[in-house]
């Protein structure tokens, strides 16, 4: 998402006359953005922000946007004089307005408020990859997750209206884009604002019949509104990629409550049988918090049964991170590091096992491949199936870059298969 942000945030710049260049030495603005999820992001800020002010002499504009920004404030003024623009995530709307000022010689400038209810629309977005591309259909968060910083950094939830996104969309497809990702922090609580009123499910629907358009990609789910007929999306369109990441935290219910998750173990197992029980089978990713505040080993075990249950395609684990201003901070019975380092190595070393283990299963198969790469190696190419798992393969064909491909699998590694184009 932050990512995305930053490609609209340099759309906004080309609308405005600025044209990108290679080096930091050679530019006259700058704007760094930054991400507070986990670790020491505003450490990190300010030793970057000191590489620059030694790099560059003083000539050039600084801004700093994105959670660092919102959580820091003005703040940033103080500890780094030579930076001229503050502005969070939830205040990216107001940046024409501010870089106009800037323009205008105001020394300093920030657009710090979260309490809105509007989103971040660009007449440009600069897209870095040529054929999938990212399309926000919701910012913020309203859930309370007792560890996350997103709430108090990206603001309230807001949904974009269903006609701006697919206006979007069918521009992209015109310019050349088969894949399109739909972004949100909880992507499935989409609540379409005008009167249309689309469904999550309706819109996937809708964007996958958009001619051009092939695949159409979401994330993050929240377990809480993963609701059938999204399911039943997946099954009734093969455009709709049949990839769901779906983060459970936690595999124990105590931890969950603790977390603030709104579900427990049990209910969101079925929500992994809804998704299995799908005609398509479809891949399941999740994300994991390691050593949240009280979790007893009993409880880490927990969530060591929950990978053999549910057998996921990929997790992705952390340790958990105290964040400024959130619930968890304040909560006894912190995990020492060493032994957050410890549970995360157990599990990762039990997912690799699992996950080699369903990709060895799929030795034979064939899958429709989004190549979107060159290998070092001669005549070997990577890209992505549907189900969103990396390919290595072998093509003798020189133009394939771009292209959808049939592969037959021949082997794996830990993280991805390989294989051989085909033409069947
Ligand atoms: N909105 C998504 C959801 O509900 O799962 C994910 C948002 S967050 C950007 C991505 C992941 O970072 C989370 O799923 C969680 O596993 C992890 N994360 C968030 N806050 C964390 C923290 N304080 N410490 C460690 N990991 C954290
Ligand atoms: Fe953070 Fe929870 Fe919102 Fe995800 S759902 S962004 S983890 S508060």
């Known amino acids: 998402m932050n990512e995305h942000d930053s490609e609209k945030v340099a759309g906004v710049l080309l609308a405005r006359g600025y044209r990108q260049v290679e080096t930091p030495e050679s530019a006259s603005l700058i704007l760094y953005n930054t991400c507070s999820i986990r670790e020491k992001a505003a450490q990190k800020l300010f030793s970057r922000l000191g590489v620059y002010r030694d790099l560059l002499g003083g000539e050039q504009k600084i801004g700093v946007l994105g959670c660092v920004a919102q ?8 500890r780094a004089p030579w930076v001229s623009l503050v502005c969070g995530s939830a205040s990216y709307r107001n940046l024409p307005q501010l870089l106009a000022q800037l323009e205008a010689g105001e ?7 979260i309490d809105t209810d509007e989103t971040f629309e660009t007449e440009v977005t600069r897209r870095d990859n040529p054929w999938r591309a990212y399309i926000t259909i919701i910012e913020g968060c309203d859930k309370a997750c007792a560890y ?9 939830e807001r949904s974009r209206d269903s006609a701006r996104i697919l206006a979007e969309l069918r521009k992209l497809a015109e310019l050349g884009y088969s894949e399109v990702q739909f972004l949100g922090q909880t992507v499935n609580s989409y609540a379409d604002p005008s009167p249309r009123k689309m469904r999550f499910s309706e819109l996937l629907l809708e964007a996958a019949q958009v001619p051009g358009i092939r695949r159409v990609r979401f994330t993050t789910s929240h377990p809480r509104d993963f609701t059938p007929d999204i399911v039943a999306a997946i099954d009734a ?10 983060p459970v935290q936690s595999g124990s219910t105590r931890v969950l409550r603790a977390m603030q998750r709104t579900y427990s173990r049990d209910e969101y197992l079925e929500k992994i049988a809804m998704i299995r029980g799908a005609r398509r089978r479809t891949a399941i990713t999740t994300d994991i918090i390691v050593g949240f505040p009280g979790e007893s080993e009993a409880e880490f075990d927990e969530t060591l049964s929950l990978l053999d249950v549910v057998k996921y395609d ?9 964040r400024p201003n959130t619930p968890a901070t304040a909560m006894p019975d912190a995990i020492p590091e060493e032994e957050k380092s410890r549970r995360l190595s157990l599990l990762q070393e039990k997912q690799r096992r699992i996950q080699i283990e369903s990709l060895r299963g799929l030795a034979g198969n064939i899958f429709e491949v989004h190549v979107d790469g060159k ?4 005549n070997h190419w ?23 491909v049939a592969v037959r699998v021949n082997g794996c590694t830990p993280n991805s298969l390989l294989g051989e184009h085909t033409s069947n």
Do not use: M
């Open 71 to 78: 959580q820091e404030g003005e703040a940033i003024f103080a």
């Open 107 to 113: 020394e300093r400038v920030s657009g710090l408020g």
């Open 148 to 156: 996350c910083v997103v709430p108090f950094t990206r603001g309230p």
């Open 237 to 246: 369109h093969p455009g709709i990629c049949n990839h769901v990441h779906l």
């Open 314 to 322: 990929g997790v992705f684990s952390f340790k958990y991170s105290p």
């Open 375 to 378: 290998s070092k190696k001669e």
């Open 382 to 404: 990577h890209g992505h199936s549907s189900c969103n798992r990396v390919v290595n393969f072998a093509s003798t064909q020189d133009d394939i870059l771009g292209r959808y």
